[in-house]
């Protein structure tokens, strides 16, 4: 079993920053990639970034491509993701989660995911 826990969130005015964490237990941390997934009200779930195993590939949504970094630490268990310039199109609920194998930009192929943070930018 795999817990998935983020924090991090809030309410940040339009230009802002916020650093999103995810900390993970019950698996081998260091074994899997991670992507983080967002979600507005009444929309679906869309991709974000994702991180490979080791950290040394990234990818990104076009949305968010320049302006938002995923990174790791196997050490700790912990991915995170910084965002700057948030602009309020980026207000929705983030979510981690732990990659299954497959495309990384579908949430049906991730396993196990956090419960969400909620993060909101002010115009």
């Known amino acids: 079993q795999v817990q998935l826990v983020e924090s991090g969130g809030g309410l940040v005015q339009a230009g802002g920053s916020l650093r999103l964490s995810c900390a993970a237990s019950?698996?081998?941390?260091?074994?899997?990639?991670l992507g983080w997934f967002r979600q507005a009200p009444g929309k679906e779930r869309e991709f974000v970034t994702f991180?490979?195993?080791?950290?040394?590939?990234?990818y990104y949504a076009d949305s968010v491509k320049g302006r938002f970094t995923i990174s790791r630490d196997n050490a700790k268990n912990t991915i995170y993701l910084r965002m700057n310039s948030l602009k309020p199109e980026d207000t929705a609920v983030y979510y981690c989660?732990?990659?299954?194998?497959?495309?990384?930009?579908?949430?049906?192929?991730?396993?196990?995911w956090g419960q969400g943070t909620q993060v909101t930018v002010s115009s």
């Open positions: 991180i490979s195993w080791s950290g040394g590939s990234t």
């Open positions: 019950g698996r081998i941390f260091s074994n899997y990639g």
């Open positions: 989660a732990l990659h299954g194998g497959g495309s990384y930009r579908s949430p049906q192929q991730y396993d196990y």
